[in-house]
C-alpha cells in the first residue's frame, strides 16, 4: 500500500511538472489550429507540405545510365559504388593551416612539459629535434588527410552509380521548394556549378523545361563533363541530346556582369580544398545570381557546417557590386507543416517564421533568426538536414527504394510577398508522439531552441477517420 502512495505521488509530481513546463513553454510558443491557415482546404492541400513522394529517375535518364553500365567494364562496380557512398559520407573538410599550427604548438607545449618534469641534464639541440618529430608523428595521427577527389572515367562510371539518383532526389526536393513557394518564378538560364552528372540540369528542366533557354555546367572533370553529355544523349554519343542549350565548361564565367536566374552548388563546395576557396566561391556564385542561388551539401556535420559558415559569410559580408545594387532578401518558403497523429486525431501544427528584408540566407527551409545556429552549440551535435526517399537505379542486389540525407542553403535576390508578417519558429526535430499529446523541438525567433507540448485540447484538432 505504502507503495502505491508513493507511486501515486511521483506520477502526480511528473504531471505537475510537464504542466508547469508546457505554460512557461506556451508563452513564447504558440503552435495555431489548422483553421487560421487552412481556410477550409483540407491538410493534404496546405502550401506547409513540402514532402515528396518516392522520387523515380526520369526514363531517359534511367536508360542512358543503363546504357552507359552496359558499355563500360567496371568488376564489381555495386560494391565500388557502395564503398563510394560511404567514403563521400564521412568525408570531411581539409585542415586549415592555422588549425593545424595550433595542433602543433599544443602539442609541443605539452611534450615539453612533460620533459620538464622529468629534469636531469639533456642535449637541447637533441631533445628539440625528438620533440619535433614526434609532433610531426602525432599530428599524423590526429590530422584527416584531404586529397582533392580527380574522376576519370571509370571513377566517373561509378560516382553514377552511387549518386546519380540520390543526388536528383535532393535538388529536386530543394527546387521544389522555389517552385511551390513562388509558381511565378520562370527561370531563363541555370548555372550548374560542380555539375558533376548534371542533376540541377534534369531537376530544373522537369519544372521549367518550357522556359529554360541556357543551361550552363560547370566542372574541372573532362570526364564527369563527357558522362554528363553522353547522359543527356541517350544510349548513343550521336544522338541529339534531350535537354537542349546545355553547355558545359570547365571554369566559371569570367565576366561579372553575366548573371543567371537560378545558380545551383549541389555537393560542392565540400570539394573545395580551403576555407578561402570556399568564401571565393560563395561570393562569385552571389554575384551571378540574378533570382535564387541554392546550395545543397550532405546531411552530416561537415556538410551542415559548410552551410552555415555560407550562411555567415553571405550575412556579414555585403557585398558592393554596382551592376546589380538589389538588397536581398529571405528566399519564399516559410512555412513547415507537419501531421501529428494521435489517436486516430491530426493536429495540424503549424510553424511559421519571420520575414525580414536584410541581408539574409536561409539554411535548410530557413533560419528564423540572424543569430549563431543553436544546433551547433548542442551536444550531442545533430546537423540540421531533411530525407528524400528515391528509387536507385535497377542493379542486381539493389533495394527498391533508398533515402537520401542533405541539408540546404538558398538565398533570394527578389522580394518576395508572403509571409503575412508572423513570427512563428520552426520545426528541428521529429515530432516525438505520446498519449494525446506530442512533444516538438523548435528553432525561435530569439535564436534559441525550445521544446513545446501540443495538444488537441489546446491547440485544436482535425478528426479524420483512420485507415
Known sequence: MAFRAYGARVL??????????????????????????????????????????????????????????????????????????????????????????????????????????KGGDVDLQLLKTQITKKVLSDLRKITYHWSPMRYDEE???????????GGYAAVKRVLNEIKKRDPSFSPHSLLDFGSGLGTAVWASHSFWGDTLKEMVCVDNSGAMNTIADRLLRGSSEKDEPVIKQVYFRQFLPVSPKVQFDLVVGAFSLSELASQKEREDAILTLWRKTSSYLVLVENGTKE?????????????????????????????????????????????????????????????????????PCPKLFQLPLVPCNFSQAYSPLPLPGAPDRLTERFSYLVLSRTDWAGGEGLDWARLTAPVLRRPRHVHCQVCCSSGEIKRVVVTAHRHGRYVESSN
Open 12 to 117: 502526480y509530481q511528473r504531471v505537475v511538472a510537464v504542466r508547469i513546463m508546457y505554460r512557461a513553454l506556451s508563452a513564447e510558443v504558440h503552435p495555431q489550429s489548422h483553421a487560421d491557415f487552412l481556410k477550409g482546404a483540407p491538410h493534404r492541400k496546405h502550401p506547409g507540405v513540402t514532402n515528396l513522394k518516392t522520387l523515380r529517375l526520369p526514363d531517359e535518364l534511367q536508360k542512358a545510365a543503363q546504357a552507359i553500365i552496359h558499355g563500360t567494364e567496371v568488376s564489381g562496380l555495386v560494391d565500388k559504388a557502395r564503398s563510394l557512398t560511404n567514403f563521400l559520407w564521412s568525408r570531411k573538410r581539409a585542415p586549415e593551416d592555422v588549425t593545424l599550427r595550433e595542433r602543433a604548438m599544443a602539442l609541443e607545449k605539452n611534450l615539453w612539459e612533460k620533459t620538464k618534469e
Open 155 to 165: 571513377l566517373g562510371v561509378v560516382y553514377m552509380v552511387a549518386k546519380l539518383a
Open 303 to 371: 556538410g551542415h557546417q559548410i552551410l552555415m559558415d555560407a550562411r555567415d559569410i553571405l550575412l556579414k559580408k555585403q557585398e558592393r557590386a554596382a551592376h546589380d545594387p538589389r538588397r536581398p532578401s529571405v528566399f519564399a518558403p516559410v512555412c513547415y507543416y507537419t501531421l501529428l497523429y494521435m489517436n486516430h486525431l491530426i493536429i495540424h501544427c503549424l510553424i511559421r517564421q519571420f520575414i525580414s528584408p536584410v541581408f539574409f540566407c536561409l539554411l535548410c527551409f530557413e533560419c528564423p533568426h540572424e543569430s
